[in-house]
């Protein structure tokens, strides 16, 4: 039986390096389960284990090249090889979605950006919920953050070749994920268009939005192969009225993690908790997902209890995904913040 090592990629953020092994042990087990048919983990599943000083996962299991091409794209995954019996690790080519320069994802930066890693984790989780392997690996999911600040969420999703929404309150945010946007196409000279519109229903205005389209490369745009990244600024409780029913495959949002939050379009206004906000938008942002589509969220525990949100999505009518791989997903950011992950879908 073949066995594989996956080497865990080293994290800038110091304390998330210490918790990266175990979440993308859970990441690995959560695909598992949802894309793989529990082949990764039919032989004991992955184990964490120190080669070298430096920490890999290390799993047995009889897996396809589409299976690989999966896990490939693992939040912390830097290199996967083959362990061999004698110990020696083979490198083995298992492309990733990426479709751009990693630089998409990190020159940008900013205080309070959620950590890539984090994002990337997210976004395959709720991604994998609502797909097949096949539609995961090729497939153009349809991305909404509707909580989106700078982007991070978007340009992973971007990156993934994905099409990618994105709705934020704050002008400022949304005016430099724009612009750094419009200077990274140019950097790279891809081709590309974009147009600013106003947000108009039923003679209100809820916000500007910035539209892009693009594409890798020059034959895929002249044949119309294009993809869609658009940014909103306004409420995050109106995307019901921004956008039609059953728009996206997969809704994901990093929720604010204390009281510096306000839904109100307009300046930063503190006049909502995480609770009260979450409370009232969970449904608006339920309606915009297809059925079979998924829902994930990462928030702070400490304002939130897990026992509390996952009430909130089954009120909406979704069905959270509480077995064990989604259950080992907490980890503390800082004195003030113990962050989770949930995932739920809205029922086919």
Same mark, same amino acid.
């Given at each position: 039986?073949?066995?594989? #090592?996956?080497?865990?990629?080293?994290?800038?953020?110091?304390?998330?390096?210490? =918790?990266?092994?175990?979440?993308?042990? %859970?990441?690995?087990?959560?695909?598992?389960?949802?894309?793989?048919?529990?082949?990764?983990?039919? %032989?004991?599943?992955?184990?964490?284990?120190?080669?070298?000083?430096?920490?890999?996962?290390?799993?047995?299991?009889?897996?396809?090249?589409?299976?690989?091409?999966?896990?490939?794209?693992?939040?912390?995954?830097?290199?996967?090889?083959?362990?061999?019996?004698?110990?020696?690790?083979?490198?083995?080519?298992?492309?990733?979605?990426?479709?751009?320069?990693?630089?998409?994802?990190?020159?940008?930066?900013?205080?309070?950006?959620?950590? &890539?890693?984090? +994002?990337?984790?997210?976004?395959?989780?709720?991604? #994998?919920?609502?797909?097949?392997?096949?539609?995961?690996?090729?497939?153009?999911?349809?991305?909404?953050?509707?909580?989106?600040?700078?982007?991070?969420?978007?340009?992973?999703?971007?990156?993934?070749?994905?099409? #990618?929404?994105?709705?934020?309150?704050?002008?400022?945010?949304?005016?430099?994920?724009? *612009?750094?946007?419009?200077?990274?196409?140019?950097?790279?000279?891809?081709? %590309?268009?974009?147009?600013?519109?106003?947000?108009?229903?039923?003679?209100?205005?809820?916000?500007?939005?910035?539209?892009?389209?693009?594409?890798?490369?020059? &034959?895929?745009?002249? #044949?119309?192969?294009?993809? +869609?990244? &658009?940014?909103?600024?306004?409420? +995050?409780?109106?995307?019901?009225?921004?956008?039609?029913?059953?728009?996206?495959?997969?809704?994901?949002?990093? *929720?604010?993690?204390?009281?510096? =939050?306000?839904?109100? +379009?307009?300046?930063?206004?503190?006049?909502?908790?995480?609770?009260?906000?979450?409370?009232?938008?969970?449904?608006?942002?339920?309606?915009?997902?297809?059925?079979?589509?998924?829902?994930?969220?990462?928030?702070?525990?400490?304002?939130?209890?897990?026992?509390?949100?996952?009430?909130?999505?089954?009120?909406?009518?979704?069905?959270?995904?509480?077995?064990?791989?989604?259950?080992?997903?907490? =980890?503390?950011?800082?004195?003030?913040?113990?962050?989770?992950?949930?995932?739920?879908?809205?029922? *086919?």
């Amino acid at each position: 039986m073949p066995q594989y #090592a996956i080497l865990v990629q080293p994290s800038a953020n110091r304390v998330y390096s210490q =918790h990266a092994a175990r979440l993308v042990r %859970h990441e690995l087990l959560a695909l598992d389960a949802l894309l793989l048919d529990g082949r990764a983990g039919a %032989h004991g599943g992955p184990v964490e284990r120190t080669m070298g000083g430096v920490p890999y996962l290390v799993l047995e299991a009889d897996l396809s090249p589409d299976d690989l091409r999966v896990l490939a794209n693992l939040s912390s995954l830097f290199a996967l090889f083959e362990l061999r019996d004698d110990g020696a690790l083979l490198p083995l080519d298992a492309p990733r979605l990426d479709r751009y320069d990693d630089d998409l994802l990190t020159i940008l930066k900013y205080v309070g950006k959620t950590n &890539e890693q984090l +994002t990337r984790l997210l976004l395959n989780l709720t991604a #994998a919920a609502a797909t097949t392997r096949e539609q995961f690996l090729g497939r153009r999911v349809r991305v909404l953050d509707p909580m989106c600040g700078r982007g991070t969420t978007l340009n992973q999703a971007l990156m993934y070749g994905w099409d #990618a929404s994105g709705v934020d309150v704050d002008r400022r945010d949304v005016e430099a994920y724009t *612009a750094f946007l419009d200077r990274w196409l140019q950097d790279k000279r891809l081709k %590309h268009r974009s147009k600013s519109t106003r947000v108009r229903v039923d003679g209100r205005t809820l916000g500007r939005r910035t539209t892009f389209e693009l594409a890798a490369d020059k &034959e895929a745009y002249r #044949a119309g192969d294009v993809q +869609t990244v &658009e940014v909103t600024q306004g409420d +995050t409780l109106d995307v019901g009225r921004m956008y039609r029913p059953g728009s996206f495959d997969v809704v994901v949002a990093d *929720a604010p993690y204390g009281i510096q =939050h306000g839904s109100v +379009t307009g300046p930063r206004t503190p006049s909502r908790s995480p609770r009260d906000l979450l409370a009232d938008a969970v449904p608006v942002w339920t309606g915009v997902l297809r059925r079979g589509g998924a829902l994930g969220l990462s928030w702070n525990t400490r304002v939130l209890p897990r026992t509390d949100l996952v009430a909130m999505l089954v009120d909406a009518g979704l069905e959270p995904l509480e077995d064990a791989p989604f259950l080992g997903l907490a =980890h503390r950011v800082d004195q003030a913040i113990e962050r989770d992950v949930v995932v739920a879908r809205r029922p *086919a």
